[in-house]
């Protein structure tokens, strides 16, 4: 198993390290785990003046996983476009063709205090968004900022979904809630969107592939009040991808803390490159104070998707749950009573947990 890792920037590269001692556990365990460090983001760009050097994306495409931290710093915005580390992370995504994004969120209930809504409104929240990864107004053509006649600038980007793209991603949510508790909910605004009024006919045909799933439609407005309101209705929300990357960090807050949220971005063939959902947040970079503990859950999703290996999945997502248990909590996450610890210090904890 080769796993590409891609710590990238801000905190990437701490909350990586974490995720990397659990990997080495499970070496020394007699695990056959290889490791690939590559750069990524701002730290590509800085070596290689590309924000994904071509042997990172080599790298990756040999890989049989990537594990990524994050990109992004605020001292890059004001290069061009194609050299922001953004790019970098879309490219990749596209490139593997990682269309299927997976953002679950789930509660774990010592933290319900943590999370800013009623303990009551949160308490057993387990809900998974299925994200459209590599298409939508991300990467429509055209796009750009251009001069009009009249001297003013004008932005343009463009919202599309062709039929193929909008059945993949629905056949991914329709055959996870067919491991869960068969209900889909699709999100678009179909009310004003063309692009999204053919999303909504695609994935009511879909359904009829699946007679056990209940499917309900929901504009993405009303979706964004129901997550606040009354976020235990959902099972699993299908949407794409600017929807979707709006409502997982929506979500994510529901849980306490976007430190908490993994994520898995997968191909046709379950091949995967696995990420916290949050971002680099380089305001606490280099402080040792970050929240580990998405990255190191979406290493679990890692051993669930891309190796099938269910056993070592739910190893690592009990380590997190008795850490959490145990009353470890980074900044993010403390409450009063809680033990407040280090980004280190919350790797560790899940390393003799382990
Ligand atoms: C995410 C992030 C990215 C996205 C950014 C960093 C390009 O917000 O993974 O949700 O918009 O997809
Ligand atoms: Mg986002």
Not at 36 to 63: C, H, M, N, R, S
Not at 200 to 222: F, G, T, W
Not at 235 to 260: K, P, R
């Given at each position: ?163 193929s793209e909008i059945r993949r991603i629905g056949r991914v ?159 993010d996450i403390w409450t009063e009573g809680t033990t407040r ?14």
């Amino acid at each position: 198993m080769k796993i590409a890792v891609l710590p990238g920037d801000g905190i990437g590269p701490e909350i990586v390290a974490q995720a990397v001692k659990v990997l080495s556990l499970l070496q020394a365990d007699g695990m056959p785990l290889e490791t690939e460090q590559a750069l990524i983001g701002g730290a590509g760009y800085e070596a290689a003046g590309d924000p994904l050097p071509e042997a990172t994306f080599k790298l990756a495409q040999q890989a049989d996983a990537v594990l990524l931290g994050a990109v992004g710093d605020w001292k890059y915005d004001s290069l061009p476009r194609d050299v922001r580390p953004e790019r970098g992370l879309l490219r990749i995504r596209k490139g593997l063709n990682l269309f299927a994004n997976l953002r679950p969120a789930l509660l774990y209930p010592e933290l319900a205090s943590a999370s800013t809504l009623k303990p009551e409104v949160v308490a057993g929240l387990d809900l998974m968004i299925v994200r459209e990864l590599t298409g939508d107004i991300y990467f429509g053509q055209p796009r750009g900022i251009s001069t009009l006649e009249n001297g003013e600038r004008e932005g343009v980007n463009t919202m599309r979904y062709n039929e193929s793209e909008i059945r993949r991603i629905g056949r991914v949510a329709f055959d996870i809630a067919m491991k869960r508790n068969k209900k889909v909910c699709s999100v678009d605004k179909a009310n004003v969107l063309e692009t999204t009024e053919l999303w909504r006919q695609v994935m009511i045909d879909l359904a009829k592939d699946y007679p056990e799933v209940e499917l309900s439609h929901m504009y993405v407005d009303n979706a964004a009040m129901q997550l606040i309101r009354a976020p235990k209705q959902f099972d699993v929300m299908v949407t794409g991808n600017i929807f979707g990357d709006i409502l997982s960090d929506e979500a994510s807050m529901l849980t306490g803390s976007i430190g908490m949220l993994p994520s898995a971005s997968l191909d046709e063939n379950n091949k995967g490159m696995y990420e916290p959902s949050h971002g680099s947040a380089p305001d606490i970079a280099g402080k040792d104070i970050a929240n580990p503990l998405a990255t190191i859950l979406s290493l679990a999703m890692m051993f669930r998707y891309t190796f099938a290996d269910m056993a070592t999945a739910d190893r690592i997502e009990n380590a997190v749950k008795r850490v959490i248990a145990q009353g470890y909590r980074t900044g993010d996450i403390w409450t009063e009573g809680t033990t407040r610890v280090s980004c280190s210090g919350m790797g560790d904890a899940v390393v003799a947990a382990l």
